[in-house]
């Protein structure tokens, strides 16, 4: 009998860490561990080249603000994309959102493609009804407008970015529900903690990255056609800023790599003053 007692009694002591530590994984405080906030940064700017080969096609910036210089509650992303002047490339796109840090889960996107920018889409979670309202308009005009129910964690491509970053170190292997060309789809992520020393043109020594790996089940007809396997290289930071990626296109193989950045000290964010780690 009182095997059997001590038996019970270690099983409950078992269950009741489990869901300690559970609770503790979605407590801010246990979140710090794994979750790189820190990612998120008022007045950061990079700059990346696009490499096909030797060949360079193209130019992607993106720049993080705060809606609220006095709490860390919004942030809007805009990433920004152009092609250089090549006959067989013709991409321009912007990717808008507003990312909460704390949960960089879809709120509102907007992507805008073509040159002349005349195509809009855009993308609102209501939390309250847990429905996505999806509107696509052309010169103004409304051609498209959906909407769907939806109770997960759906990101869209400014929020994959910056989970990317923010679960760099975190050693998961993750899913995330995405929505892309009015579907919902997946992409898979393998943070395996792997740390290699690489080169890039923002700075001017070697860095020490930390790797990670994923697949996109989708295609991104907007986004160059982005599909399939992709890799890359986080500096090993509190910034987790992306270095290096290496993904697929409609051309083939293609290389992002950072050749430019500004990012806010802590102490200046409020002043508006930047500085940059390159000389």
């Known amino acids: ?59 992607i910036e993106i720049y993080q603000e705060k809606l609220d210089l006095k709490t860390a509650s919004l942030f809007r992303i805009s990433m920004h994309a152009r092609s250089v002047n090549l006959p067989f490339i013709n991409v321009f ?6 990312l909460n840090p704390a949960e960089p889960t879809l709120k509102s996107f907007t992507l805008i493609s073509g040159k002349d920018g005349n ?7 209501n939390t309250v009804t847990k429905t996505v309202l999806m509107t696509t308009k052309e010169n103004h005009q409304i051609i498209r407008m ?11 491509a400014v929020g994959i970015f910056m989970m ?35 080169k890039v ?14 697949r996109a089940d989708w295609v991104g007809n907007a986004w160059a056609g982005i599909t399939g396997p992709f890799r890359g290289w986080i500096l090993d930071d509190s910034s987790a800023i992306p270095l290096k990626v290496q993904l697929k296109i409609f051309l ?19 002043h508006q003053a930047s500085f940059t780690k390159k000389n």
């Open 1 to 59: 009998m009182r095997s059997f007692v001590t038996l019970r009694s270690k099983f409950i002591i078992i269950i009741l860490g489990f869901i300690f530590m559970i609770l503790g994984i979605k407590s801010g405080k246990g979140q710090q561990s794994w979750y790189q906030v820190s990612a998120f940064h008022h007045g950061e700017w990079l700059r990346y080249k696009v490499k096909w080969g030797v060949i360079r096609l193209g130019t």
């Open 93 to 98: 796109f912007t990717n808008e959102g507003v």
């Open 119 to 125: 195509n809009v889409t855009t993308y609102t979670y």
């Open 146 to 156: 959906d909407s769907m129910k939806y109770a997960k964690n759906i990101y869209d």
């Open 164 to 198: 990317i970053r923010c679960l760099s170190n975190s050693g998961f292997n993750v899913t995330l529900n995405n929505i892309v060309e009015f579907k919902i789809t997946q992409t898979h992520l393998n943070f395996i903690g792997e740390r290699e020393i690489i």
């Open 201 to 214: 043109s923002a700075f001017d020594t070697e860095q020490k990255t930390v790797k990670f790996s994923g």
């Open 252 to 270: 083939g193989s293609i290389t992002l790599e950072l050749e430019d950045f500004k990012r806010l000290s802590d102490a200046e964010s409020n």
